[in-house]
């Protein structure tokens, strides 16, 4: 016997049992400290404003005086209550919070940075260089890779829709490597970029974005300058809102997801507008949920999963608000852009045994992680279903289940251009061969990923 | 008037400090009262702290230190409900109480240690499960028993002496 034996003796407590002991902490609230100092302070205060107003009547002066005395107290006690701010902590200060434990771990997310007002920004704007330059990049166009044969230049113009930035990165940076150069692609709605990939005058060559071609958008590019236009199925983004196995998955709708996180929601009593969301459990935002304390550890808003989950899942539930309509537009994009930064939402550690334990100890806390994630955990967790649809390759597939969407990539069949974004989508197809999902996107089948390089290539060189 | 949590105890992360202590509380009593129900001391333990954590002042002691006297007023709590309910005899036979259900644990080390520590005076039963079942340091120790930190080093190493002799006669016994 020694230390080591000795300390090899202890055991790990069941995760069961420290969570259901947490579980009983989180619901015990951080009571408020009565300061000693303070009480006894106020107590001698008290007491010698008793004791002078008592020598006031003894000595007759009370009468004469009484308005004076009261006047200079209610003033005294006018200032200090309109003069001292509430204090850190204190229940006014907390808006009738409880205690956050996310505070110190997870700051509340930044609100984003240059980078995303201009993402965020409707119409078509460029893409900031940190946000899509592939590594060692520093010049306003990707370089071409070292030692590798210059290609001739390829001046394609390359639109992206936001969200999107993370495929096409994979994309450029495996058409850099093989030698060719690209300028910075744009950024913009879908409507704009698709409307501007057969304009007059060539905006843009290709474009990726997040839904499907609509029919009038298709004639649109049967143009003497358009010349139709290709599309490509690129593959799909998902995100999932996942706790550990041990408590279950807890089935959700984007409208309760929006309620929950949304910093400021359309108000029952005054739907056109918008309050300030104080919703701390489950069974406030829609009575068939738990009555479980609100927590979601997620992307950093700011990051491109963040973006993601914006658009994914807040979009889609704040536009199922039923009183959606009856806002004005400006409330309307604040309400569905906006999440909590009070404690309900924070960011996720990135390391993933951090997150996967603080999920097995908390019985209420969720998360929302990329797909690909979730892939890897085994079955350390389970996903909720969202309106009710699973997340699994098919529905993601098929752009049902609704934290996921389809990625496509539109390129415009003009013969003079054709040829360069036949080069790029060489390079680009290759980026996307995998088989297993990474990160939040997850590639197409391989069938039919063979399927599309072939048509697609053919329909190009034709 | 005077009611405030102030602005340092409500930046103090308490799921970190619950994850990193809740281990340590349940092997401190798993130590210390080897046999007894060790959750529901813990959960005790937390629940008293929980309650009165807003009490609790960082400039006084450490969050480790404050924690372990909640749970060692808890384990003595315990020991004396049982002494008032067991002959004094039977107080330190507890531990090593034989049923059915502990025979697969009795043969464990652990309960073998705490047949062992069963006869030790309290202090340095306390002092073995504060350190190797709570894993404190012992200058925290010393704190919380309010001894020198030498003086506990030094106890503590006579006392596993004494459990590591005690220990092998036992197995030379089993061997013969």
């Known amino acids: 016997m020694n230390d080591d034996f000795l300390h090899r003796l202890r055991v790990r407590p069941a995760p069961q049992f420290l969570a259901r002991l947490k579980s009983k902490l989180d619901r015990e609230p951080l009571r408020p400290r009565v300061s000693v100092v303070s009480t006894v302070l106020a107590a001698v205060l008290a007491g010698a404003s008793a004791w002078a107003l008592a020598s006031f009547a003894l000595r007759g002066e009370f009468a004469g005086l009484h308005w004076s005395v009261w006047g200079i107290h209610a003033a005294g006690s006018e200032y200090v209550a309109k003069s001292a701010p509430p204090r850190a902590g204190s229940p006014d200060s907390r808006q009738g919070w409880g205690p956050n434990p996310w505070a110190a771990a997870n700051r509340p997310a930044q609100e984003p940075s240059h980078k995303n007002t201009a993402i965020a920004t409707p119409g078509v704007v460029p893409i900031p260089q940190s946000t899509t330059a592939a590594p060692g990049a520093t010049t306003a166009q990707y370089s071409g890779g070292v030692g590798l044969v210059q290609a001739p230049p390829v001046r394609l113009r390359m639109g992206v829709a936001p969200g999107a930035e993370l495929l096409v990165r994979r994309m450029v940076e495996r058409f850099v490597r093989g030698g060719n150069t690209l300028p910075e692609p744009t950024v913009g709605t879908t409507e704009r970029l698709l409307a501007s990939l057969c304009a007059a005058g060539r905006p843009l060559d290709f474009v990726v974005v997040p839904r499907r071609m609509t029919a009038a958008e298709s004639a649109g590019c049967n143009t003497p300058w358009g010349g139709g236009a290709v599309e490509v199925k690129l593959g799909s983004e998902a995100l999932v809102i996942v706790r550990s196995r041990l408590y279950g998955a807890l089935p959700l709708s984007t409208l309760d997801i929006y309620r929950a996180l949304g910093k400021t929601i359309p108000g029952p009593g005054n739907p056109g507008a918008l309050m300030l969301n104080r919703y701390t459990t489950w069974n406030e935002v829609d009575r068939a949920l738990p009555p479980d304390r609100i927590q979601v550890l997620g992307p950093a808003f700011d990051s491109a999963q963040g973006q993601l989950f914006r658009r994914f899942v807040m979009q889609r539930g704040c536009e199922s608000v039923p009183s959606f309509d009856a806002l004005q537009s400006a409330d309307q994009e604040v309400a569905c852009r906006d999440v909590r930064t009070d404690g309900a939402y924070a960011s996720a550690p990135e390391q993933y045994p951090a997150l996967l334990q603080k999920l097995q100890m908390l019985p209420t806390l969720l998360a929302i992680v990329p797909y690909g994630t979730l892939q890897l955990t085994g079955d350390a967790l389970i996903a909720s279903p969202i309106d009710g649809i699973e997340p699994t390759p098919a529905t993601i597939a098929s752009g049902a289940y609704p934290g996921s969407r389809i990625v496509y990539l539109y390129a415009n069949r003009n013969p003079r251009v054709s040829p360069a974004v036949l080069r790029f989508l060489k390079y680009g197809l290759d980026a996307l061969d995998m088989d297993a999902p990474s990160g939040a996107f997850v590639p197409v089948p391989r069938a039919e990923r063979d399927q599309i390089r072939t048509s697609t290539l053919s329909t190009l060189t034709q | ?176």
């Open chain 2, 1 to 176: 008037m005077g009611a405030a949590v102030t602005q340092e105890e409500s930046e103090l992360d308490w799921d970190a400090l619950y994850a990193d202590q809740a281990p340590r509380v349940y092997n401190y009593f798993r130590f210390r009262l080897a046999g007894a129900d060790v959750e529901d001391l813990t959960s005790r333990t937390f629940e008293k702290a929980w309650r009165s954590r807003a009490r609790y002042r960082r400039d006084l002691a450490g969050f480790s230190t404050w924690l372990f006297k909640i749970a060692h007023n808890v384990a003595l709590d315990h020991l004396q409900r049982l002494r008032s309910h067991l002959p004094i005899d039977a107080a330190a036979e507890v531990a090593t109480e034989r049923t059915p259900e502990r025979d697969a644990e009795r043969d464990s080390d652990l309960a073998h240690l705490a047949h062992l520590t069963a006869s030790l005076p309290d202090r340095e039963r306390e002092l073995i499960a504060l350190k190797y079942g709570a894993e404190l340091n012992n200058r925290m120790i010393a704190r919380l028993i309010g001894l020198s930190e030498s003086n506990v080093g030094t106890i503590l190493h006579r006392t596993v002496q004494s459990l590591r002799a005690r220990w092998q006669a036992d197995e030379a016994r089993s061997h013969e």
